[in-house]
């Protein structure tokens, strides 16, 4: 596997990556101790945690912040502005007042299957599992499972269609 | 018609924009092959794509993302993290699984018209209009036309005034 | 007080901002005329302007943005893409048809109190108080005053806790 992507673009943060053939990574990125699967394509303002994983030929469209505890599948597009979350009450500071630590939370994994579709500024709360060939639309908030090939919509989501069409 | 914006600013990345007169445009910015018109003014993390066309006097505020197929009036007002949408339905594959080709897809032109303003967070599905002077909620979601001098909120966005105040 | 966070990363742009001790700044950032306490955390991809003020054991996420007039308590957790506003109808032009100026609006001061934490994606109108312990879920609009220990959702935002778990 290579340690970079197969393009060249300034102003990349990239650390401890590792890449699949042909991933390209645009500019204005942060992207440290996670997997970008091969011909996966990261848009800019992207930011990527440790502990994420992309599969193969996702689009992942600018604006966009996935966390650690992701795992996307392969041919999954994230729209722009996606925010995932991996935290049921995040707090900026533990029981006592001092700053949260990584002891004082525990971190919800996120499950985005193949195929799925996460319209632009969705926002996916932690622990939920986003179907294979799912379609998330634009704007939506999603609290819980989304079944394969369902498509949702709305604030919090709701089911609009369950198979795809 | 000036190829380079107004002031200076450092980590701007810009190609093949041609600019109008006095056009500003903030540090850590996007821009490729689209137009930005006189005295508008472009917010830090924008990007812009090609075939993008942007009036005069426009604010377009930080963490923005305009597409290909937006047209944006003179005067218009787009605040901060809107996203703009031109595809009915996105995937990352294509049919036969291969990552999609610009031949896989139908461009959804948007028109945003003279004096509208669209709120903070809104996001503005592909092919619709937003009429002149019309007003976009915050956090809305556009799914449809706005008419002229209307008011729209909510996900998704329904008219709550029909004539600017 | 230091004039610089106490760390070091590349792609900042710092200008006239006061730091309390330990406070950490990431990489694309944007911070100017702002006020940042002791051991808060500014994440990647974030603005903060003139006149905002940031209390300390603050956990501020990627993407977001906080603008002129708001003033942030102590260990307050804003998550990733909240956006801040602090203008009542914002237009791109005066009456007349220039550029609005300083002169043309009315500021609307936002106070975000003690322990409060702001979902991601969460869109906050300006002139709103968000009580101390508060809780906003992630990707609320909120349009008015949350009490005290109270949980809001949705757009708009409305309670579905009056007090916190």
């Not at 393009?7 to 101790?33: C, M, W």
């Not at 995932?84 to 939370?105: C, M, S, V, Y």
């Not at 932690?126 to 294979?132: D, E, I, S, Y």
């Amino acid at each position: 596997m290579p340690d970079a992507p197969a393009n060249d673009a300034p102003y990349r943060l990239i650390n401890d990556v590792v890449f699949g053939e042909h991933a390209v990574v645009y500019s204005f990125t942060n992207l440290y101790g996670c997997h970008i699967g091969a011909r996966s394509r990261i848009g800019t303002f992207v930011e990527i945690q440790r502990g994420a994983t992309i599969g193969a030929d996702c689009k992942i469209q600018s604006h966009t912040f996935i966390c650690d505890g992701v795992s996307i599948g392969d041919g999954v597009f994230v729209g722009h502005g996606v925010m995932f979350i991996n935290d049921k009450r995040p707090r900026a500071t533990a029981e006592g007042g001092a700053l949260q630590t990584e002891d004082d939370w525990e971190l919800l994994p996120t499950r985005i299957e193949d195929g799925a579709s996460l319209g632009s500024g969705a926002v996916i709360l932690g622990g939920v599992t986003v179907g294979a060939g799912a379609i998330v639309g634009a704007g939506a908030v999603v609290t819980r499972d989304v079944p394969a090939g369902g498509t949702v919509a709305g604030v919090p989501a709701r089911i609009i269609r369950s198979s795809a069409p």
